[in-house]
């Protein structure tokens, strides 16, 4: 089966596999119908994003093993909710973004333009 596309149109790149990320935890920013929450964005989490989705309801730094989340910290990579991401953005608190690991259903949310200003170099 052909990998997914990301959002620069070329095939779906790995996220991250330590901690292993992605709605499927298999390392990419895949979806499906059953991906509610559409886990679709690469970003690399920072303390800024962290207290912020905290803030927000979602506490990304606290383990929770039943669900195979191991905690994240500053420095990781982790597939985020694309109305998450989005909604850090519209509030200034916007992590960075692996283009080339962000799923192009992304762009249904996100203009490519404001992924591309808070992309990894």
């Known amino acids: ?21 992605g ?11 059953a991906d509610l929450g559409l886990h679709l964005v690469c ?3 920072t303390d800024e994003f962290l207290a912020f989705s905290k803030a927000r309801g979602n506490d990304l730094s606290t383990p929770r093993p039943e ?6 910290q500053a420095g990781d990579k982790w597939c985020l909710c694309v109305l998450r991401w989005r909604e850090a953005l519209e509030a200034g608190r916007a992590p960075r973004v692996d283009l080339e690991a962000t ?19």
């Open 67 to 72: 669900w195979e989340f191991p905690g994240l």
């Open 43 to 45: 970003a690399e989490m």
């Open 23 to 33: 709605f499927y935890r298999n390392g990419y920013c895949e979806t499906g119908a």
């Open 103 to 121: 799923h192009l259903s992304t762009l249904e949310f996100v203009d490519l333009e404001d992924l591309q200003t808070h992309a990894i170099k």
């Open 1 to 21: 089966m052909a990998r997914a596309r990301n959002v620069l149109g070329s095939e779906l790149r790995c996220c991250c596999t330590d901690p292993m990320t």
